[in-house]
C-alpha cells in the first residue's frame, strides 16, 4: 500500500513501505511538523505584470517548499514592498489551520486572502491596514473560510478602536484634545514647555463637602477661570459672585450735616419737571462736612476703601475742588465717640458749567480707624478742605453722591 498526506502535506507511510528510507522520512517529517508550527516564510506579492493580480500560498507534499506550511507568513517583504493594485492570497482547500500574518506591502491598496475556490468567508487587509492577524481557515472540502481572530476582545492596536474597561492608565500623555463618544472635541489641551504649576482633582467620600479641584506646584499658585466673549462663569444656570472689586453707592439724601461745621442740606431744581438735585452744599469760604454709615457686608475683607465724588458746580469756576473722606469702624459695645481715621483728599477741578454733572478721579486708599470686622456699622465723614490752599474753586461744590470702592475675599455673605 502507497503512502498518502495529510491535507498540510506530511507524508503517512503505509505498513511495510519505504524500507531503508525511514529514517529520511521521517525526518522529513519532523522537519515539517517544526516549519508547521513555527515556520517563517517571506511571500512577496509582485508578479511581472504588477498591478492587481493573485499569489497562491500552496501545500508541496512531503517537503518544506509550501508558503502553506509555515505558522508565519510575511506578504510583500520585511521592508514594505511596493504594490500598485489591490492583491488576493489565496490557502488551499481542505487546510484547517491557523496562521499569524502579516501585510507588509506600501501603498493604497487592499490585501485579501481567501480560499484557492469557492464563496467561503474572507480576510481583507484595508487599503491603510498594515498589521498582523490570526487567521484560521476552517478546512471545509468546497468552500473553505477563512476567518480574522481578533488578538483579543481586550487588546489594543495602534491603527484599532477600543473601548478601555477597567483599565489603569499610568501617566499617559494625551495630545491636544479629549473627544466625546460621537467624536466631538470635549476638552482641548494646550502644553507649556517646561511647566511646574497643574490642577489636581480629588474626589471625596462620605459627609465631606465635595469633590476638590486646586492648584498645585509652586508655593502661591491661582487658577484661571476665563469665559470667552461675553459669556460669564455659571453654577448651574445662575452666574457665579467671584470676589473681588465692588462698588456701593452712598446718595447725598443719605447723608446728614453735622452738628459743628455742617454742610447744608439742600434740594435743587432744574427746569421744572426735570431731576432735582438732592445735594449737600459745601461752601467755599469754611471746611464743611457730612456724615453718613454704612454696614459692609461680611464679605468685605475688612481692609481699605477708595471713593469718587459726583457732584456739581454752582458756578461756572474751574478751580481746584478738595473733597476729603475719613472713616471709623465701630462693634458691639464699641464706643461711638471714637476719632475717625486719617482723611484722603480728592481734587477735582471745576468743569465751567452750572449743574453739569462731574465726577472725580478714583482716590488712593483710605484706610478705617477701629478694627474693622464682619457686623460693625462704619461711620463716614465726607468734607470740602476749602481752607487748604489748594483748593481753588470759587463757588459752592453741590456733593451728588459719592461711590465706595471696595474689596471681599468670598462669594457671598452667608
Given amino acids: 500500500m502507497a503512502s498518502t498526506y495529510t491535507n498540510l502535506g506530511l507524508e503517512l507511510m503505509a505498513t511495510g513501505e519505504n524500507a531503508g528510507t525511514w529514517g529520511t522520512k521521517t525526518n522529513a517529517n519532523l522537519s515539517l511538523a517544526e516549519q508547521l508550527l513555527g515556520g517563517f516564510k517571506i511571500q512577496t506579492l509582485n508578479t511581472a505584470g504588477s498591478g492587481a493580480n493573485t499569489t497562491e500560498l500552496a501545500i508541496a507534499d512531503g517537503a518544506l517548499t509550501g508558503a502553506a506550511q509555515n505558522r508565519v507568513i510575511i506578504l510583500g517583504a520585511v521592508s514594505p514592498e511596493a504594490i500598485t493594485g ?76 477600543q473601548t478601555l474597561t477597567n483599565k489603569t492608565l499610568t501617566a499617559p500623555k494625551i495630545g491636544t484634545s479629549i473627544l466625546d463618544t460621537n467624536g466631538n472635541e470635549l476638552m482641548l489641551l494646550t502644553a507649556t514647555g517646561s511647566a511646574v504649576n497643574e490642577i489636581t482633582i480629588a474626589n471625596a ?5 465635595g469633590p476638590v ?11 484661571n477661570i476665563n469665559p470667552k466673549g461675553t459669556g460669564v462663569f455659571r453654577s448651574g444656570t445662575a452666574a457665579v459672585q467671584i470676589a473681588g472689586k465692588e462698588t456701593m453707592w452712598v446718595p447725598a439724601s443719605a447723608m446728614y450735616a453735622t452738628t459743628t461745621a455742617g454742610a447744608a442740606a ?81 481734587t477735582d477741578a471745576g468743569i465751567g458749567t452750572v449743574e453739569d454733572q462731574q465726577v472725580s478721579a478714583e482716590s488712593s486708599a ?45 462669594a457671598n455673605d452667608a
Fill in 86 to 161: 489591490n492583491k488576493i492570497v489565496t490557502v488551499p482547500l481542505l487546510t484547517e489551520t491557523f496562521y499569524i500574518i502579516k501585510n507588509s506591502t506600501s501603498g493604497a491598496y487592499t490585501v485579501q486572502l481567501k480560499a484557492v475556490s469557492g464563496s467561503g468567508a474572507t480576510v481583507t487587509w484595508s487599503a491603510t491596514d498594515k498589521s498582523y492577524k490570526i487567521v484560521y481557515v476552517d478546512g471545509i472540502a468546497t468552500n473553505t473560510g477563512v476567518y480574522d481572530v481578533p488578538f483579543g476582545e481586550g487588546d489594543v492596536t495602534l491603527t484599532g478602536t
Fill in 205 to 209: 467620600g462620605t459627609g465631606v463637602t
Fill in 213 to 223: 479641584i486646586s492648584a498645585t506646584g509652586e508655593t502661591n499658585v491661582g487658577i
Fill in 266 to 346: 439742600a434740594q435743587i431744581e432744574t427746569t421744572a419737571l426735570r431731576p432735582d438735585m438732592k445735594v449737600m452744599d459745601f461752601a467755599d469760604t469754611a471746611d464743611d462736612h457730612a456724615q453718613f454709615s454704612v454696614a459692609f457686608p461680611k464679605s468685605w475683607n475688612e481692609g481699605t476703601i477708595t471713593y469718587q465724588c459726583f457732584w456739581t458746580p454752582s458756578t461756572t469756576n474751574t478751580g481746584d475742588c478738595i473733597f476729603g473722606l475719613q472713616g471709623v469702624a465701630c462693634g458691639d459695645s464699641d464706643t461711638i465717640d471714637a476719632a475717625f481715621g486719617t482723611a484722603v483728599n480728592i
Fill in 366 to 410: 483710605v484706610t478705617i480707624a477701629g478694627s474693622p470686622a464682619v457686623d460693625q456699622q462704619t461711620y463716614f465723614q465726607i468734607f470740602r478742605d476749602a481752607n487748604a490752599g489748594a483748593d481753588t474753586y470759587t463757588g459752592v461744590a453741590r456733593l451728588l453722591g459719592i461711590k465706595i470702592f471696595f474689596t471681599t475675599d468670598a
